[in-house]
């Protein structure tokens, strides 16, 4: 079912998915990453929904799938605190279904590494799930003024005068401290799925952030690539944790 979620007097497009059946089920709130060329913020989160009812279908869970602002079907523009609101907002819009008994997060790729820190500072997240998640965005704070240039040209600013305050934009990513929300997420349940082959985000990555966890579940599919939420292997390793 599609519809939209708000924040920020933002409209977000959203796509929810539950099982067949009555009675209250646990909820999954799945994040996309960040654009990639060549169509950007066009095609982000596009094969999301197809993921969200098949969790739905075989793993008996409630799902609610979102594009980030600047996205997709969404309104905005692109900030990472703006993305952590969005997120925040997903959670509550979860929580506040009756057929829903809790909540995890699910992401792919940077919507990974903002699911751990969302779920860190928001104990009501009972647990987290990555696919191809990054430790850190070094790739943008190394070169900020650079990464703003890319996020141009990916299309997401709906506003073309955004940022309005490129410091203040840009100290919203110096922030982000993804190992340290990955030992503030511990103890609860932290899966990490990553392609041994995956050119765009370290492998090592994701044992940099299995170890900061401590007690992480780290699955690594075995040439696997980036977009492992296309891979069998990727998506039946996730079903099974789930279950």
Known sequence: MDEFIEVDGIRLAA?????????????LVLSHGFPLPPRGQVAS????????????RDAGWAVLTFNFRGTGGSDGDFSLDGWRRDQAAAIDAMLARPDVNGV??????????????????????????????????????????????????????????????VAAWTEELMRLDALSCARALA???LLIVHGSDDPV???????????????????FVIHGGHRIRHDPRGVATLLGWLD
């Open 104 to 165: 995890w997060l699910v992401g792919s790729g940077v919507g990974g590494t903002l699911s751990i820190c969302t779920a860190a500072a928001d104990a009501r997240v009972r647990g987290v799930a990555t696919l191809a998640a990054p430790s850190g965005i070094s790739r943008w704070t190394d070169d900020p003024v650079g990464f703003l240039e890319e996020a141009r040209r990916l299309g997401v600013f709906r506003d073309p005068d955004a940022p309005h305050d």
């Open 45 to 56: 989160g596009i094969t999301f929904p197809d993921l969200a009812d098949r969790i739905a």
């Open 201 to 219: 985000v370290s492998p090592t990555e994701a044992i940099e952030l299995a170890s900061a966890h401590g007690a992480a579940d780290l699955r």
């Open 187 to 189: 103890p609860r349940p």
């Open 15 to 27: 796509h929810w998915a539950r099982p067949s059946g009555s009675g209250r089920v646990p909820g």
